[in-house]
């Protein structure tokens, strides 16, 4: 159960007025089930860094699992907007929740629907979509991560199938993964998609250990050592980079929106406990200091709101451009993890315990703001948009 009433959750400019009924139920439904399923456990997850047993089936259950694929392959066959709602929902609870949700969603269902053939997408989209198969994707590597286009995994072709070798770093899921989206180099020089099953020969997925954030979240390699593919299980429709930063621009999206919910987590209960909290015989909220922190984060999660909000319609409508989604990532991950720093302020000591969430979001959002494109490179991307000028 959250900390603070959940009708404190802000939405100071009435974007309610702009949400559909469906919006609204389907922010509800998730909502609920954040505080009925997340919530009382998650702390105890990432203290433990342990994952929580049954995440995909249950996320699955709640259609948080590609909202917008159609359903004909067992998505949702929702709009923009929902996705970012219900990304914004999960965060609230735990950014390894979102990251769940997102990478199955956005980087191992979409490529697979936009790029794969009728025979992948009926093979895999609706395992998928029910948590049944959990899916994990490989792009970044040991010695390329801001600069994924100098990846070393290849393949070759053998005739009747692929051999895949190399190696994959900072990989959610892939310790629990049954398939993996992999980007990789064929002889050619040009970048593919393969879809590489658990138990084919020469795959493991060793666990990434000792981690400060994102705890409630499995991390791996994807080890590739003369691994078979089968020539069916390459994505037939996109080659080049463009097929791995598509889906990095759909999961980026959702991350704006997501790491919303972990500000409003921590704002919500920087409110509820400063209102609360008596120091020198009155609330500390009642102190300068502490309203000066209190109304920047509502300012700065409301225009956060709003950037989101615009860019879902622009999404929606096919317009978005990666450098705005660009924009949007980088100044709401950087909205967020300001937020959760500086409101764990706010309950002096209490603030650094587990009964509160600010270290666990502020420790999260070290995460987030490092992949999907680090704050750096999302800034570069931005300057390239406004000069033509690549500063890479
Ligand atoms: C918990 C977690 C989960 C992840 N999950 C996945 C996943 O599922 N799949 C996946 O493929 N990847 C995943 N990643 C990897 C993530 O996308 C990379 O960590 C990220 O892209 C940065 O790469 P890097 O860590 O190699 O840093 P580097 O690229 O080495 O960058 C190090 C620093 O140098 C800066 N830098 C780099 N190039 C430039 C430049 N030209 N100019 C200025 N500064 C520059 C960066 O901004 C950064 O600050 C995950 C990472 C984490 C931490």
């Given at each position: ?31 609920d ?6 919530m009382?456990?998650?702390d ?19 259609g ?5 694929i159609?359903v004909?392959?067992g ?13 914004q ?41 029910n ?5 994990a ?23 009747d ?7 994959k770093?900072w ?15 064929g002889?050619?020089?040009k ?12 795959f493991?997925?060793p ?28 994505l ?6 463009k ?30 406990y400063?209102k ?26 409301t225009?956060a ?34 937020i959760?720093r ?14 509160f ?6 420790a ?6 490092t ?19 690549n500063?890479?």
């Amino acid at each position: 159960m959250s900390y603070y009433p959940l009708n404190t959750i802000p939405d100071y400019y009435l974007l309610d007025n702009l949400l559909t009924d469906e919006h609204k139920l389907i922010r509800q439904s998730v909502r609920d089930w954040v505080e009925s399923f997340v919530m009382p456990q998650i702390d105890e997850a990432a203290q433990q860094h342990k994952d929580i047993p049954g995440l995909m089936k249950e996320l699955g259950s709640i259609g948080a699992l590609g909202p917008y694929i159609p359903v004909e392959y067992g998505g949702a066959g929702l709009d923009q907007i929902s996705y970012g709602i219900i990304m914004q929902e999960l965060e609230r609870g735990d950014s390894a929740v979102r990251s769940a949700a997102s990478v199955q969603s956005s980087l191992v269902m979409f490529p697979i629907y936009e790029f794969g053939s009728d025979e992948q997408k009926n093979k895999y989209l609706p395992k998928l979509a029910n948590g049944e198969m959990i899916g994990a994707f490989g792009l970044t590597e040991p010695n390329h991560g801001s600069d994924p286009g100098s990846m070393e995994t290849y393949y070759k072709d053998m005739g009747d199938h692929y051999l895949l070798n190399g190696a994959k770093m900072w990989i959610t899921n892939a310790p629990l993964c049954d398939i993996a989206v992999v980007w990789a180099k064929g002889e050619d020089g040009k970048v593919r998609g393969l879809i590489v099953e658990r138990d084919f020969d020469g795959f493991t997925t060793p666990e990434t250990h000792n981690k400060w954030s994102l705890r409630a979240s499995k991390t791996g390699e994807l080890v590739f050592r003369d691994v078979k593919v089968p020539k069916e299980n390459l994505l037939p429709k996109v080659e080049g980079l463009k097929g791995p930063l598509s889906c990095l621009n759909s999961a980026r999206y959702g991350i704006s929106w997501g790491v919303i919910g972990a500000a409003i987590d921590c704002y919500c209960t920087a409110v509820q406990y400063a209102k609360e909290r008596n120091q020198f015989g009155k609330p500390i909220a009642s102190y300068q200091l502490q309203q000066k922190k209190l109304a920047e984060f509502l300012t700065e999660i409301t225009k956060a709101q709003l950037l989101s909000w615009q860019l879902g319609n622009l999404k929606n409508e096919h317009q978005a451009t990666p450098a705005q989604i660009s924009m949007a990532k980088r100044n709401n991950v950087k909205m967020a993890i300001d937020i959760a720093r500086e409101s764990r302020q706010i309950l002096g000591g209490m603030g650094i315990m587990g009964e509160f969430p600010m270290m666990r979001h502020a420790a999260n959002l070290e995460s987030v703001i490092t992949y999907e494109g680090t704050h750096d490179i999302h800034l570069l991307i931005t300057g390239l948009d406004i000069t033509g000028i690549n500063a890479f």
